[in-house]
């Protein structure tokens, strides 16, 4: 379901004092299916370093991941003074490679896909995937369930194309975090399985998302060229674990 995301929306501090999350299980990262670089597929550049940055930074020194970012993010300030669409087009995909790299991404595992932000061909993007996808390995990719509608049409894609390869979805939150709330029934919380981060995970995590500069800063002084991760947002990506729901 599509929702407006509009407002300050939750608090960090009421997801900060759930006590669900420390119940969850661990992510198992000593499966066999994590001895091979998982896709990693985000609608927007910087959705994979938003939900999973610190997961993929900590499979730097083994299997590594391999990212497939579906737009450029080319709509992020619609109504800029200072940039246009192409212009940031070109900005948000040279920030995915400098925020990747700080992941242990080297460019060459970087695919930017160029679909329209906001106009995700669905059906062109399960046919992409399925190319790249194969029998047990991860394909971790925003969760079907998220609001937004790029990250629905991705989700839905990568779940489509982990149908047809035997390949297997893992999802994640983003903006479930804004609109929801702790023990929101409208959230698979039964699914949820926690990726607890080392100390240098969450660093390069941290310095990952501070990489993307036209969205954690203003562009101008311009309400249209306000920062589109501002503090209150990006608290609830600095959490000492990440959340990943499993099928």
Aim: net charge negative.
């Amino acid at each position: 379901m599509v929702r407006p995301i509009v407002g300050a929306g939750t608090d960090e501090t009421r997801w900060r004092t759930w006590t669900a999350p420390a119940t969850w299980p661990t992510l198992a990262l000593e499966d066999p299916a994590w001895s091979s670089p998982p896709l990693v597929v985000a609608p927007h550049p910087d959705d994979e370093v938003l939900g999973v940055g610190g997961l993929v930074a900590m499979l730097a020194d083994g299997p590594g991941a391999e990212i497939a970012v579906v737009t450029d993010g080319e709509a992020s300030h619609p109504g800029s003074t200072v940039h246009s669409r192409a212009e940031l087009a070109a900005i948000r995909r040279a920030e995915t490679v400098t925020a990747c790299g700080l992941l242990g991404v080297a460019p060459a595992a970087i695919d930017h896909l160029g679909h329209p932000d906001g106009g995700v061909d669905e059906a062109a993007l399960t046919d992409t995937l399925t190319a790249r996808l194969t029998p047990g390995r991860w394909c971790v990719t925003t969760w079907r369930g998220d609001g937004h509608p790029d990250h629905e049409a991705v989700g839905r894609a990568a779940a489509a194309a982990c149908r047809r390869t035997g390949a297997m979805l893992l999802e994640f939150p983003v903006w479930t975090w804004h609109w929801a709330e702790p023990d929101d029934p409208e959230v698979p919380w039964h699914r949820a399985r926690r990726v607890d981060l080392t100390g240098a995970a969450r660093s390069a995590k941290r310095d990952a998302i501070d990489a993307f500069r036209s969205q954690v800063r203003p562009l101008g002084p311009d309400p249209a060229d306000a920062a589109i991760l501002p503090p209150h947002v990006l608290a609830r990506f600095a959490r000492p674990y990440e959340t990943v729901l499993v099928p």
